[in-house]
């Protein structure tokens, strides 16, 4: 969980560093986080871990907003959410939006290798997914872990 949390944080730190400049470090970012999840669901532990964890990381410089068990819309509408800004970090599982973000079913074609991360990484560094998550005007942030986490 702690690997996660930290693959998360990095990609925050991005967003961040993209918002503002050095001489701004005092300035507070609020962040919308929504998922589909239940509120039961283990997913919701690892965003709190992650809250957590981003908050202390920065300073508290970054802080969240958590709209867990649909609060902002269905599993089919995280999409739009994040798209429309209304969250600015979502959870889009790749194979609830055929065709909509280029190759983002690739990784679950059968026999496609022996590990989910190999066509997972061709699939997120492509530049067909890549270019249209950006004509999107989405920025994907990914998870990496290891096998048996």
């Known amino acids: 969980m702690k690997r996660i949390c930290m693959n998360l944080i990095i990609g925050i730190f991005f967003v961040v560093a993209a918002l503002g400049s050095a001489h701004a470090s005092d300035k507070v970012y609020q962040l ?10 283990p997913f919701n532990k690892v965003v709190n871990h992650f809250m957590e964890a981003a908050k202390k990381e920065s300073n508290g410089r970054l802080d969240f907003q958590y709209f867990p068990a649909q609060q902002l819309g269905k599993l089919h509408d995280m999409l739009k959410i994040a798209q429309k800004g209304l969250a600015d970090i979502t959870y889009v599982g790749p194979t609830f939006f055929p065709g909509q973000l280029g190759l983002n079913t690739v990784a679950t074609l059968p026999n496609c290798s022996i590990h989910s991360a190999q066509p997972s990484r061709a699939r997120y560094t492509s530049k067909p997914f890549t270019g249209r998550a950006e004509a999107a005007n989405l920025l994907p942030l990914f998870v990496k872990t290891k096998v048996g986490l």
């Open 32 to 41: 919308k986080i929504a998922d589909s999840f239940p509120i039961k669901h």
